[in-house]
C-alpha cells in the first residue's frame, strides 16, 4: 500500500519554463490537496479537489493550475515557473470534506522544486 | 486574525529529557486538532489528533497532546525523547468555518535532540 506518491522528487526550472507535477493515492479517498512549504511558514494551501471533477483555489493559488484527472490523481502545473516558485512541493488526500467536519490528510513525500 | 502559533522555531533537548512543544491557536469555536511530524527530507506523518471527547490524546511514537479550551491551546509531549525524534513538528486545525476541509498549519518547531 503506497499511501500517497508524488513525482519528480526533485525539480530544476528556468523562470518562465512550464512543468507539471503529478501526484496519485491508492486510498480510494475522495479529496486531494496541494500544498506548498516554505521556511517559517509552514504549509500553505493552493488548490484542492473536495471530489472527482471538481477543484477549488486555496490561500495561494496564483500560478499554478491543477486538474483532478480521475479519483486517483491529482496535478498541479506551472505554467511559467518564477522564481517565487521555489518551495516544496506536498500532495495530501483525505477521505471526506464535509462542511463543519473533517479527516485526516495524508501526505506524499514532496517534490523539492527550485526556480533558477 | 485567525490563526495557529508556535512560539518556539528551535527547541533543543537531551536524549532522555521531557519535551513539551506548545501551539495556541485563535478561533472562535474549538477547531480540530493535528500534530505532524515532518523528519529531514520526507513528508508529513500523522503523530496525533483531537476531534472531542477526552482531552488528552496518546499518539504514535510515545507522543501525547492536551487540549485546554480556556487556553486555546493544543499543546505535544514526550517524557523521554530519543535522538530519532529529531524532526519538525507542525501544528494544524481545521476551524469550524464550514465549507471544506481546510487545514490550517503553525510555522513549525525544530527540534534537535543532543545526545
Redesign the interface.
Known amino acids: 500500500n503506497a499511501g500517497v506518491t508524488q513525482t519528480p522528487k526533485f525539480q530544476v526550472l528556468k523562470t518562465g519554463q512550464s512543468m507539471t507535477l503529478q501526484c496519485a493515492q491508492d486510498m480510494n479517498h475522495n479529496s486531494m490537496y496541494w500544498y506548498r512549504q516554505d521556511p517559517g511558514m509552514g504549509l500553505r494551501l493552493i488548490y484542492y479537489s473536495a471530489s472527482e471533477g471538481t477543484t477549488d483555489k486555496g490561500e495561494v493559488p496564483n500560478g499554478y493550475n491543477v486538474s483532478r484527472l480521475n479519483k486517483r490523481e491529482f496535478s498541479l502545473r506551472l505554467e511559467s515557473a518564477a522564481p517565487s516558485q521555489t518551495s516544496v512541493y506536498f500532495c495530501a488526500s483525505s477521505g471526506v470534506l464535509l462542511a463543519g467536519g473533517t479527516d485526516t490528510q495524508y501526505f506524499g513525500p514532496g517534490t523539492r522544486l527550485t526556480v533558477l | 486574525a485567525q490563526s ?1 502559533t508556535q512560539p518556539d ?1 528551535h527547541i533543543t533537548v537531551s536524549e532522555g529529557a521531557s519535551l513539551e512543544l506548545r501551539c495556541n491557536y485563535s478561533y472562535g469555536a474549538t477547531p ?1 486538532l ?1 500534530w ?1 511530524v515532518q523528519s529531514p527530507g ?5 503523530l496525533l ?1 483531537y ?1 472531542s471527547g477526552d482531552t488528552l490524546v496518546q499518539g504514535i511514537k510515545g507522543f501525547e497532546a492536551e487540549f485546554k479550551r480556556s487556553q486555546s491551546s493544543f499543546n505535544l509531549r514526550k517524557p523521554s525523547v530519543h535522538w530519532s525524534d529529531a524532526a519538525e513538528y ?1 501544528c ?1 486545525v ?1 476551524p ?1 468555518s ?6 490550517i ?4 518547531t525544530r527540534l534537535a535532540v543532543h545526545p
Do not use: P, R, S
Not at chain 2, 105 to 108: E, L, S
Open positions: 495557529v522555531i480540530y493535528f505532524y520526507q513528508g508529513l506523518q500523522l489528533k476531534f507542525f494544524a481545521v469550524f464550514g465549507g471544506y476541509n481546510k487545514l498549519f503553525g510555522a513549525g
